[in-house]
């Protein structure tokens, strides 16, 4: 069946280290993944989108890298601040239709 | 512009009553989207719309759902009758495509309707 597994539910790291966080998926063939950004009490927001001919994708302190042969994304947060500290989800294309399939996302906490 | 307007913000229901959730979606989008989140299943899609018409209800629970895009500007997802295991967060989305395939674009999310059923 397919499937999408982002790294343990929680990630907690010290203040101006990098975070990396780990998304998964079996059986999927994405052309594009996505990476959104979900603070407690609201919606998701978008934050990166790399195609499946990308291997790597920047924005800020954001760096996403997308391994088609591994199944796997990595979300790099470097320097990272307690501003940080949200949930993470990736998102991956799939289905006949192509819409969105969501992880169940990495709570990350930077902590001072 | 206001971003994906949602209401109610939060609802809380007894088993068995009609629930209505409403959205506006961001002008000028042509895809919504219909989404549950819960700590169990996490975001998973219900519908979406393209053009106001529904593309994709393979994730819509059961008949207890329904949901409707009369218009560019206004969509509704009902539940009836409403049950406790509907309690969940419901988020509606939109995104404008561009003409390009519908997982390239960044969706909008709305705030939320927390919907406790009792």
């Given amino acids: ?112 | 512009d206001a971003g994906v307007i949602q209401s109610p913000r939060h609802e809380v229901t007894e088993m068995g009553q009609e629930v209505t959730l409403r959205c506006k979606p961001i002008s000028g989008h042509d895809y919504l989207f219909w989404y549950r989140q819960t700590m169990m299943r996490g975001l998973e899609l219900l519908i979406y719309f393209n053009n106001n018409v529904p593309i994709d209800d393979s994730g819509m629970p059961e008949d207890r759902f329904s949901a409707k895009m009369p218009n560019a500007s206004f969509s509704n997802l009902k539940i009836q009758p409403s049950e406790p295991r509907d309690s969940a967060v419901y988020f509606c989305a939109s995104s404008g495509t561009g003409g390009l395939p519908v997982s390239y674009n960044e969706q909008f999310f709305g705030p939320g309707t927390r919907l406790t059923v009792l």
């Fill in chain 1, 1 to 112: 069946s397919q499937k999408i597994e982002q790294n343990s539910e929680a990630l907690n790291i010290q203040e101006g280290k990098t975070a990396t966080l780990t998304c998964n998926y079996t059986n999927y063939s994405p052309a594009y993944l996505q990476w959104y950004r979900q603070d407690p009490g609201r919606g998701p927001v978008f934050l990166l989108l790399i195609r499946e001919n990308e291997k790597e994708k920047r924005k800020e302190r954001l760096k996403v890298t997308f391994d088609t042969t591994l199944k796997q994304s990595l979300f790099h947060i470097t320097a990272s601040q307690p501003a940080d500290s949200a949930t993470y989800l990736c998102a991956l294309d799939s289905g006949s239709a192509r819409q969105l399939t969501f992880g169940s996302g990495t709570q990350l906490t930077v902590l001072p």
